[in-house]
C-alpha cells in the first residue's frame, strides 16, 4: 500500500463523564478508508484526565464503551441493517449521541497506511502527553 494514497475519515471519541457540563477527554480514534476496507477504532483511557473533570467518573462505563466501538470495528455486531457494509457501520459508530463516550464530527484526510495514520491520529490526539 505504500505509496498509494488514499481518502479516509476518522471521528475522535471524547468520555463525556458529565453530560449536562459537555467536558470531554478524547479516548480514542474511529478511522475508515474505503478504498481499502479498512475500519478500525483504537483506545487509550486515561484515569487522571477523566477524574480531573469528575471525581467520580464510572471508569469502567468509559472503558466499556470505547471498548464497544472497538469491538464493532473489528467485527459485525447488531443487526442485519447496522453490517450491511463498514461506510454503514462508520456511520452508525459516529452518530452524534449523548451518552459517555461520544464521536466528534467527521473530519478527513489522505492516508498511505490507514494503520499507521491510526496509531499516529491516537498519538497526536488522544495521548499527547505521552
Do not use: W
Not at 468520555?15 to 481499502?36: K, M, S, W
Not at 454503514?88 to 490507514?114: K, N, W, Y
Request: glycine residues 6%; proline residues 7%; charged residues 20%.
Amino acid at each position: 500500500m505504500t505509496g498509494t494514497r488514499h481518502p479516509f475519515q476518522y471521528a475522535v471519541l471524547r468520555a463525556v463523564p458529565r453530560v449536562e457540563r459537555g467536558e470531554f477527554v478524547n479516548v480514542g480514534v474511529v478511522l475508515y478508508c474505503q478504498a481499502v476496507d479498512f475500519l478500525r477504532a483504537a483506545v487509550s483511557v486515561d484515569a487522571g484526565r477523566l477524574r480531573a473533570l469528575d471525581a467520580e467518573v464510572d471508569l469502567e462505563s468509559v472503558r466499556t464503551s470505547a471498548q464497544a466501538v472497538v469491538d464493532a470495528c473489528a467485527e459485525p455486531v447488531g443487526n442485519p441493517r447496522e453490517n450491511t457494509g463498514l461506510a454503514t457501520r462508520f456511520g452508525i459508530l459516529t452518530a452524534p449521541r449523548s451518552t459517555v463516550v461520544q464521536p466528534s464530527p467527521v473530519h478527513a484526510g489522505v492516508t498511505a497506511d490507514p494503520e499507521t495514520t491510526l496509531s499516529s491520529l491516537l498519538a497526536k490526539l488522544v495521548d499527547p502527553v505521552r
